[in-house]
Nanobody, 118 residues
Framework: QVQVVESGGGLVQPGGSLRLSCAGSGFSLNNYAIGWFRQAPGKEREAVSC????????WYADSVKGRFTVSRDNAKHMVYLQMNILKPEDTAVYYC???????????WGQGTRVTVSS
């Protein structure tokens, strides 16, 4: 079965860090640009970050720029989202997906919940 699987979410205090991981099951992420998205309670899903498949170029939403870092390890077929200096407004379910544009995503993960609270 082909699917995308996220992991690494949890509860963290403001100012803390988490690293989210994204893996492909039944296929390799290496050939895809990978987007990270999030959806907070009562809000629409928004794009957070993206990494290309060709030259590892990256993009970040202004709200996370300087705090989040996306990377990929092609040897392990993994993509990561390192989240530092977390804020309560980062609380959301985070999804990785096989495109940077949600209109063109082939595979979505099931999401991993991140809660930033004291």
């Amino acid at each position: 079965q082909v699917q995308v699987v996220e992991s690494g979410g949890g509860l963290v205090q403001p100012g803390g860090s988490l690293r989210l991981s994204c893996a492909g099951s039944g296929f390799s992420l290496n050939n895809y640009a990978i987007g990270w998205f999030r959806q907070a309670p009562g809000k629409e899903r928004e794009a957070v970050s993206c990494i290309s498949s060709s030259d590892d170029s990256t993009w970040y939403a202004d709200s996370v720029k300087g705090r989040f870092t996306v990377s990929r390890d092609n040897a392990k077929h993994m993509v990561y989202l390192q989240m530092n200096i977390l804020k309560p407004e980062d609380t959301a379910v985070y999804y990785c997906a096989t495109d940077c544009d949600s209109d063109f995503v082939t595979y979505w993960g099931q999401g991993t919940r991140v809660t930033v609270s004291s």
